[in-house]
């Protein structure tokens, strides 16, 4: 999908709009887990989130080729849509985006906040995504998908910056959404010829790769049931599986409480406060806490973006 000279231009283009993210080893998560773990913040970019760099990617191709471009419109549950929203201010295009109803009131705020013009419809993603593939038609903007070339290669430069910032990996924990995350680690691990494990994550109740992986083909779900909101996909993107097919280990699966613990965890052991999404990859680690006794582990924390009342209730669970 890339080679590794225009990753090391992505990277360019991120650090020039803010100087990436840190990762850390947090001895109380080693204490915890077993392992020595490494923590990738993505929830310290700019919007809370490793969105960020995907969008700043698309936003500036899109400026360099098509200055005139009337706009963006994208779907989302929240941090995709801040990306958009931040990049495209940050390059001069106005973005539209579509939420279901129902979504996080605080990332609401937050992409309006960011300049996004917002609109509601229908009971979940995929509905708020069809809904802005014909407003892109009606409207005249430019459609801006959840997953691209431009958004996985923007998105694998958190990667990068892991994989060059921590000592050699024996696995990287990543949670699957629509699949941008993951597919940049798998791509930036392949480009660097390393042999770290990648790992993804999904919710018990948002499993759709997961089911997708052990069938061999795309399986579409008619739900997609969990809090963590950066999870909650219940159809495949195609292009995306079949990097995940050949590219991660395994996909685990864990529950909703088990992602409310892992928040808890961060909270207590790193004072970071952690979207669902975020704390799957923790949440995994501790379901697989045998098998990566002793071993060095990389966690995505693909970001901070939770409302208050969810993480009062997760965290006095």
């Known amino acids: 999908m890339f080679s590794l000279p225009e990753l090391e231009d992505a990277l360019r283009i991120v650090h020039q709009n803010f ?28 919007t809370g989130a490793f969105k960020l760099r995907g969008g700043l990617l698309y936003a500036e191709r899109l ?30 295009i106005a973005a539209v985006i579509v939420v279901p109803h129902g979504n996080s009131l605080e ?18 993603f995929e509905e708020a995504r069809e ?14 998908p959840s997953f691209a070339p431009d958004l996985v ?38 480009l660097l010829g390393l042999d770290t494990e990648i790992v993804g994550v999904q919710s ?16 579409t779900m008619n ?26 280990s395994r996909i685990v699966t864990v529950t909703d409480q088990e992602v409310g613990a892992a928040i808890r965890a961060y909270w207590t052991d790193t004072h970071n406060l952690v979207e669902g999404a975020g704390a799957a ?11 990566m006794e002793g071993k060095r582990v990389g966690l995505v924390v693909s970001g901070g973006n939770i409302d208050l009342d969810l993480f009062r209730s997760w965290i006095a669970d």
Request: net charge positive; with cysteine; aromatic share 6%.
């Open 19 to 46: 100087p990436g993210t840190p990762q850390y080893a947090w001895p109380l998560l080693a204490a915890r887990t077993g392992a020595e773990v490494w923590v990738k913040h993505e929830n310290h970019t700019p």
């Open 223 to 248: 739900r997609a049931d969990t809090l963590a909101d950066g999870m909650a996909v219940r159809q495949p993107d195609a292009a995306a599986f079949e990097i995940i097919k050949h590219g991660v």
């Open 107 to 124: 990332k609401n705020a937050a992409m309006r906040a960011f300049g996004a013009t917002l609109i509601a419809h229908g009971a979940d």
């Open 63 to 92: 400026a360099r080729e098509r200055p005139n471009v009337a706009g963006i419109i994208s779907a989302t549950r929240g941090n995709h849509g801040q990306s958009l929203a931040w990049a495209g201010r940050r390059y001069g």
């Open 153 to 190: 290669r923007g998105v694998a430069t958190y990667s990068l910056e892991l994989f060059r910032g921590a000592p050699a990996l024996d696995a990287v924990y990543v949670p699957i959404g629509l699949g941008s995350g993951v597919c940049g680690a798998i791509l930036t691990r392949d």
């Open 281 to 291: 990859p923790l949440a995994a680690l501790l379901q697989e806490k045998a098998r």
């Open 204 to 219: 018990t109740g948002a499993d759709c790769y997961a089911r997708s992986l052990a069938a061999g083909h795309v399986v």
């Open 131 to 144: 809904e802005a593939a014909r407003l892109a038609v009606e409207r005249g903007l430019e459609f801006a």
